[in-house]
């Protein structure tokens, strides 16, 4: 055999490859332009991304951490007063009376008037509870419902009424 290439030429390696023939051609011109171009564009995108924009996934993660929307925060004792445990009586009587019951002695949810709470009845805790819910006993979260001001005026009426800690 000579050095010299020969287009359509059976390599002969159908012995190793089950039966299957093999030619030895060149790839086609737009093939391989394809293929430089795209190494071409990688190297320069990577220039670009790196070294010019000076662009990461770690500053575009910490840009969207810094647009999405807040959660609103718990904030324990936002409400008291008279005002605020009038106010948190009167959204627990439109929200809350069908499970804990107008005297806060309960019926489907807990009773709110004894000293055992399962979840804390501190004000913190019971701004939490409200906000976050217990989804596997039945109570929805009132936190996008009601609002975190709200939420501490229930949790002052709760708590001043019901004999919280």
Same mark, same amino acid.
């Given at each position: 055999?000579?050095?010299?290439?020969v287009?359509?030429?059976?390599?002969?390696?159908?012995?190793?490859?089950?039966?299957?023939?093999?030619?030895?051609?060149?790839?086609?011109?737009w093939?391989l332009?394809?293929?430089? /171009?795209?190494?071409? /564009?990688?190297?320069?995108? !990577?220039?670009?991304?790196? /070294?010019?924009?000076?662009?990461s996934?770690?500053?575009?993660?910490t840009?969207? $951490?810094?647009?999405?929307?807040k959660?609103?925060?718990?904030?324990?004792?936002?409400?008291?007063?008279?005002?605020?445990?009038?106010?948190? *009586?009167?959204? /627990?009587?439109?929200?809350?009376?069908?499970c804990?019951?107008?005297?806060?002695?309960?019926?489907?949810?807990?009773?709110? !008037?004894?000293?055992?709470w399962?979840?804390?009845?501190?004000?913190?805790?019971?701004?939490?509870?409200? !906000?976050?819910?217990?989804?596997? *006993?039945?109570?929805?979260?009132?936190?996008?419902? $009601?609002?975190?001001?709200?939420?501490?005026?229930?949790?002052?009426?709760?708590?001043?009424?019901?004999?919280?800690?």
């Amino acid at each position: 055999m000579s050095d010299k290439y020969v287009p359509d030429q059976i390599l002969g390696h159908s012995d190793e490859a089950d039966g299957i023939e093999e030619y030895d051609n060149a790839l086609p011109a737009w093939w391989l332009g394809l293929f430089a /171009f795209t190494v071409v /564009f990688g190297v320069l995108y !990577t220039v670009d991304y790196h /070294f010019i924009s000076h662009r990461s996934q770690v500053k575009e993660y910490t840009a969207e $951490l810094e647009a999405a929307p807040k959660p609103a925060a718990v904030v324990a004792g936002s409400a008291s007063g008279p005002e605020a445990i009038e106010a948190g *009586k009167a959204i /627990f009587g439109a929200n809350c009376v069908g499970c804990h019951g107008a005297d806060l002695h309960g019926g489907v949810g807990p009773d709110l !008037t004894d000293h055992t709470w399962i979840h804390g009845g501190r004000l913190p805790d019971i701004e939490k509870t409200i !906000t976050t819910g217990v989804p596997e *006993k039945g109570m929805i979260t009132w936190g996008p419902i $009601l609002g975190p001001q709200k939420i501490a005026q229930v949790a002052a009426y709760v708590h001043e009424a019901g004999g919280g800690e």
